[in-house]
């Protein structure tokens, strides 16, 4: 079976803008910031989704991204976060690897509903990697 790109990006084989890593768990930068410091947080062992992953593994990923908002509203200054995780395509899951989103979300953006637009343009990733990466 071919690897997903989240596979590939653990065994090294693709690079990321790492924020944080242990035996169990992965976090790096969306290449697609739908906000500033939009973050991933990756079980390292291939699970289809957070509907599929032992409570165990899913509980360690969770944690981390809890840490994750936490450091994006002290240190980004974000004014709120979002913590989503799609699970099956119907829901706008497109890497069939379990992953958590963490998207900060600044003054002038607020409410639920949230396009999955991609803002990176302007943005200094590995600048944003290293100061989320030196909080936690
Ligand atoms: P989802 O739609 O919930 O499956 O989210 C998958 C996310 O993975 C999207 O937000 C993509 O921008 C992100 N993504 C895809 N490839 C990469 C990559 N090589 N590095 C970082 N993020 C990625």
Do not use: W
């Amino acid at each position: 079976m071919e690897k997903d790109i989240f596979c590939k990006i653990i065994d090294g084989e693709i690079p990321c803008h790492k924020i944080y890593e242990d035996d169990d768990v992965l976090a790096f930068l969306d290449i697609s910031q739908v906000t500033k410091g939009h973050t991933l947080v990756v079980s390292k062992k291939h699970h289809e989704n957070f509907l599929t992953t032992p409570q165990e593994e899913m509980h360690k990923v969770m944690d981390v991204a809890q840490k994750i908002g936490q450091v994006s509203v002290k240190l980004l200054g974000a004014n709120g976060v979002n913590i989503l995780t799609n699970c099956y395509p119907a829901s706008g899951q497109t890497v069939m690897h379990f992953h958590v989103h963490v998207i900060p979300r600044y003054e002038g953006s607020e409410g639920f509903i949230l396009e999955m637009k991609n803002n990176s343009e302007g943005l200094n990733l590995p600048a944003i990697a290293k100061k989320i990466k030196e909080q936690l």
